[in-house]
């Protein structure tokens, strides 16, 4: 079967740095994405991952090893505004998404 | 600024009743979704649609059906609610390429609880 893993939740300090992590195994790949969920909200796109590599758009970056069917997220100079649910889906050979359960990250001062 | 209209955010509904969820985008997007999201699970797929008219099964269709008569407007609906569709029900559109980062445009979400 087709499975996404990703740590169902995690605790950070405001200015640290954290890693969310999302391993997966999927029939194909055709890309990775990674959104954002505040809590009551519609999920908003923060990524795209389709080769091998980081990408980097401001505080946040994400990371992706097709062969290790493995992606991060990281996201840098914590804010009170990133405590959100961070989705991780993969597409995949039908072009179909799969979604992780995501991960509920709890940022303190 | 609202790209993704839900027309309700929470219903409470009870069991037996046909219940119907709209969703509406102003971005001109050829594909719309319809998804449920509950707590421990990823987004699952209830029915999608490329094209006005058109529709297709997704992962758990069963329960559920759905309308697309204009491009703009794509309806999810409960022929007969039961209490394990209480969920929160999220609809998405998307442009009409399927390669490349195209990203899913999400409406805010309808809760439905059904007693």
């Known amino acids: 079967g087709q499975n996404i893993d990703q740590p169902t939740e995690m605790t950070a300090t405001e200015g640290a740095i954290v890693q969310i992590n999302c391993t997966y195994q999927t029939s194909g790949f055709n890309g990775l994405f990674w959104y954002q969920q505040h809590a009551g909200e519609a999920p908003t796109f923060l990524s795209y991952n389709v080769l091998d590599g980081l990408e980097e758009k401001g505080r946040f970056s994400s990371f992706l090893s097709r062969s290790k069917g493995y992606s991060y997220l990281l996201l840098k100079e914590l804010q009170m505004k990133d405590s959100a649910s961070y989705l991780c889906?993969?597409?995949?050979?039908?072009?179909?998404?799969?979604w992780g359960a995501g991960t509920k990250l709890i940022i303190k001062p | 600024d609202v790209k993704v209209t839900q027309s309700s955010r929470y219903l409470v509904k009870r069991t037996g009743e046909k219940v119907f969820l709209e969703c509406v985008q102003d971005?001109?997007?050829?594909?719309m979704f319809w998804y449920r999201q509950d707590p421990g699970l990823g987004l699952r797929l209830i029915y999608f649609?490329?094209?006005?008219?058109?529709?297709e099964k997704g992962d758990i269709p069963e329960g559920y059906s759905v309308s697309r008569e204009k491009k703009e407007r794509f309806s999810l609906i409960l022929e007969s609610a039961s209490t394990n569709q209480t969920s929160m029900y999220l609809c998405?559109?998307?442009?009409?390429?399927?390669?490349?980062?195209?990203?899913?445009?999400f409406g805010a979400g309808s809760r439905l609880t059904v007693l």
């Open positions: 889906a993969v597409r995949d050979s039908n072009y179909q998404l799969i």
């Open positions: 998405a559109s998307s442009q009409g390429e399927s390669s490349g980062a195209n990203v899913l445009t």
């Open positions: 649609s490329y094209d006005v008219k058109m529709k």
């Open positions: 971005m001109d997007h050829e594909n």
